[in-house]
Nanobody, 124 residues
Framework: DVQLQASGGGLVQTGGSLRLSCATSGFSFDDHSIGWFRQAPGKEREAVSCFSSPGISVFYVDSVKGRFTVSRDNAKNTVYLQMNSLKPEDTAVYYC?????????????????WGQGTLVTVSS
């Protein structure tokens, strides 16, 4: 089975840091980009970041540029999202998802398999 499992969320104060992990299995990790999305209460799901396969490009939404860093470990089939200088507006459930093809996209419909989500809460 194709699986993605996001983890690493939690409660952190403003200015703090968290590192999310997206562990994958059941498919050729090298052939797919992995994206990070988030959904805050009452809001639509939005793309946050993406690390393409074979690692040519990355994508960040403007609101996290300079604060979040995405990386991938092909040996562990895992993608990470390092989140620094967290703000209350970063509070959301964070999801990782498999892009159908290589390359990055911010369009939700371009991702075919989703992890279960991990909750990030940033207190003010």
């Amino acid at each position: 089975d194709v699986q993605l499992q996001a983890s690493g969320g939690g409660l952190v104060q403003t200015g703090g840091s968290l590192r999310l992990s997206c562990a994958t299995s059941g498919f050729s990790f090298d052939d797919h980009s992995i994206g990070w999305f988030r959904q805050a209460p009452g809001k639509e799901r939005e793309a946050v970041s993406c690390f393409s396969s074979p690692g040519i490009s990355v994508f960040y939404v403007d609101s996290v540029k300079g604060r979040f860093t995405v990386s991938r470990d092909n040996a562990k089939n895992t993608v990470y999202l390092q989140m620094n200088s967290l703000k209350p507006e970063d509070t959301a459930v964070y999801y990782c998802a498999r892009r159908v093809y290589a390359g990055c996209s911010s369009a939700i419909e371009m991702y075919d398999v989703w992890g279960q989500g991990t909750l990030v809460t940033v207190s003010s």
